[in-house]
C-alpha cells in the first residue's frame, strides 16, 4: 500500500517562500523591457533645436564649432530656423542641414553596453531651391576600438512642398551599443544651399529582441 507523503512544516514554509520569489521574479521581467523602452537616454537634450533661439521669422547660420545646445557643428554649416520661418515638426524651431554649404552636427550619447537603442526623428526638406531631393544621412558611430558604426540614408522629395506644410515624414533606425558613449550625427549630401530638414530627434532604449530580429 502506498503511503502518502507530507511535507513538515519547515519544509512547508520553505516551498511558500520559494513561490513567492518565483512570482517577484516573473513580475519583474514583465514590467522592465516596458519601463526600458520608454525612459529617455540621459544626457541626449534639444531634439527639436529649441536652443538657442533663432529670431522669429529668420534663421541663424552656425558654422564648424559652432554650439547648438548640446549639438556641435563639425563641418560647413547649417541654419537654425525660427518660429514663423515655416512649419516645426514640434514646437518653434527646426534645422536645415545646410546652410550654403552642407552642413554636419553631432552629439555624444549616454549608452549601456549592449543595450538596444531606437533613434526617432522627422525628415523634412528645404523647399526654397534646389534640387528637389534634399539627400544626407544619420549614423550612429561607436566609440569603441575601430569606431564601427551604423547608418541611414536620408532622402526626400520637395516637390510640392511649402513653407507653411514642408510634408515631415517621420524616420527611424536601431543600434546596440557598444561602448559606453555613441555619437549620433547628421550630414547634408545635398549641395547647393537647400538642404535636408530634421526635428524632434529622440533617441530611446528598445526592446533587445528589436535589434536581434533585424528590425532597423
Not at 550612429?140 to 511649402?162: C, R
Not at 513653407?163 to 558613449?181: E, K
Not at 535636408?196 to 530580429?213: E, G, K, N, W
Request: proline fraction near 7%.
Amino acid at each position: 500500500m502506498a503511503v502518502p507523503l507530507t511535507a513538515g512544516p519547515r519544509v512547508a514554509r520553505w516551498l511558500t517562500a520559494l513561490s513567492a520569489a518565483g512570482a517577484l521574479t516573473l513580475c519583474m521581467a514583465a514590467t522592465r523591457p516596458a519601463q526600458d523602452r520608454h525612459t529617455p537616454v540621459p544626457l541626449f537634450a534639444n531634439g527639436g533645436f529649441e536652443s538657442p533661439v533663432a529670431p522669429a521669422n529668420n534663421f541663424t547660420r552656425l558654422g564648424a564649432g559652432s554650439a547648438l545646445g548640446e549639438w556641435k557643428v563639425t563641418g560647413g554649416n547649417v541654419d537654425l530656423i525660427g518660429a514663423g520661418f515655416w512649419q516645426a515638426a514640434e514646437g518653434n524651431q527646426s534645422l536645415d542641414l545646410e546652410g550654403d554649404i552642407p552642413g554636419t552636427i553631432e552629439q555624444p550619447i549616454a549608452t549601456r553596453f549592449g543595450g538596444c537603442y531606437t533613434v526617432n526623428f522627422w525628415l523634412a526638406g528645404n523647399p526654397d531651391g534646389g534640387p528637389a531631393i534634399k539627400r544626407g544621412y544619420a549614423r550612429v558611430t561607436q566609440n569603441a576600438i575601430g569606431h564601427p558604426f551604423i547608418q541611414k540614408t536620408l532622402a526626400f522629395d520637395t516637390t510640392g512642398k511649402t513653407r507653411a506644410d514642408l510634408g515631415y515624414v517621420q524616420q527611424r533606425f536601431r543600434f546596440r551599443a557598444l561602448a559606453p558613449t555613441v555619437t549620433l550625427t547628421f550630414t547634408s549630401i545635398t549641395g547647393g544651399g537647400y538642404g535636408p530638414v530634421i526635428d524632434a530627434v529622440s533617441v530611446i532604449p528598445a526592446h533587445p529582441l528589436d535589434c536581434r530580429s533585424g528590425r532597423f
